[in-house]
């Protein structure tokens, strides 16, 4: 039901930590009221597992149950992103399992849109809030943007650095920097926000060996930068004391991607065509972790996933010609963390006794 003011509440599946720079987009830019999805849990899972046909990839699962929740919380308007794989077709699908469990919602499905042209941006806009003045929404939009940016940047820093501080400062900076993000209502919010996390971090002193263990992380786009799909693996693997690089993310992926053309031209010895939506720039990376001499490599995707199933021989091959260990990760809505800890730390005594044999 919409509020007294016929102003929407939209809501969107939670992902990793970008729904700060989403509901800022909603709120500032399109000024429609957002309701931010709850944090995903057991039972968004649990949710999403139960009216989800039973062989389709987990990001599916997790988008549905957290799409519910929003629903629960009062969103009276869902959006859905359009992508190159199956994804492109879930928005659909999702669409009807929830009329079906008897939601009442307005869907903006982003596959029906053509996302190369400007006109249909301008369309799903008005669609949002045909009152919004277009010149106000660019540079408002373009805040959020930054905001992604600024939040890509700082997580890279931080998995980076946060497992040589024994003092949790790092890591109390991090969270501080995500309520501020959360938080924005205007630029200078968000400016002053990622200037102190800047400081913050400056200011820890790191206990940081003159070797430590690098590990590349790389692998499907949804479970590889949200926590919750991934149990927290990077999280887990900082705490051991290991330099954590993740090349994928949004910004990368999608708003500073000159390099797509080279990165195939880089890898036309390992692949001959494009595999899937991040296939050419999970090889890539993986390579030049290897080329950079970095202690290991970790693959993560979830069950199901054709596009990274069809990496992981690419992969195979990486590992072989550069002798650089890969732990392969699958994960489903029935993992563990005792099962994916056990993994993880074989994974890391065997890098760091090679490492000190080498
Ligand atoms: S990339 Fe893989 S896991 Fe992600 S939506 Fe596509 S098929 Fe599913």
Not at 75 to 104: F, W
Not at 140 to 146: C, I, L, P, S, W
Not at 178 to 196: F, K, N, Q, V, W
Not at 302 to 316: F, K, N, R, Y
Request: some cysteine.
């Amino acid at each position: 039901m919409r509020d007294a003011m016929n102003v929407r509440k939209i809501s969107f599946p939670r992902y990793a930590e970008y729904n700060c720079a989403f509901k800022y987009v909603f709120e500032e830019a399109l000024e429609v009221r957002c309701i931010t999805p709850p944090a995903i849990t057991k039972r968004t899972m649990e949710l999403g597992a139960k009216h989800s046909p039973e062989f389709v990839c987990t990001p599916f699962k997790i988008t549905l149950g957290s799409m519910i929740e929003a629903l629960e919380a009062g969103a009276d308007t869902l959006m859905m992103v359009h992508g190159l794989c199956r994804l492109g077709y879930y928005g659909e699908l999702q669409e009807q399992i929830l009329h079906d469990l008897g939601y009442h919602f307005d869907f903006i499905n982003l596959s029906e849109y053509d996302m190369s042209k400007k006109k249909e941006y301008i369309k799903i806009v008005k669609r949002i809030n045909p009152k919004v003045h277009l010149a106000r929404f660019v540079a408002k939009f373009m805040e959020g943007v930054r905001m992604v940016e600024y939040l890509d940047e700082i997580t890279a820093i931080y998995y980076k650095n946060c497992g040589f501080d024994p003092t949790g400062q790092y890591k109390a900076a991090y969270q501080r920097f995500l309520t501020d993000m959360y938080t924005a209502r205007t630029r200078s919010d968000i400016e002053d926000g990622y200037r102190s996390v800047r400081q913050a971090f400056q200011a820890v002193p790191l206990n940081r060996p003159v070797r430590p263990l690098r590990v590349g992380v790389v692998g499907e786009f949804y479970t590889v930068m949200d926590a919750f799909s991934n149990l927290e693996l990077e999280q887990k693997l900082a705490d051991m004391g290991v330099e954590i690089h993740r090349w994928m993310n949004v910004t990368h992926q999608f708003l500073h991607n000159h390099g797509q053309k080279n990165m195939a031209v880089k890898i036309k010895n390992l692949c001959t065509y494009e595999m899937g939506p991040t296939a050419t720039a999970n090889i890539w990376y993986a390579k030049e972790c290897a080329e950079r001499g970095f202690d290991g490599l970790v693959h993560i995707k979830s069950a199901g996933c054709t596009p990274e199933i069809d990496v992981m021989p690419v992969l195979q091959t990486i590992s072989r010609d550069y002798k650089i260990p890969v732990l392969y990760l699958t994960y489903d809505s029935q993992s563990s963390d005792v099962g994916m800890m056990t993994r993880l730390e074989a994974f890391y005594d065997m890098i760091h006794m090679r490492k000190k044999v080498l």
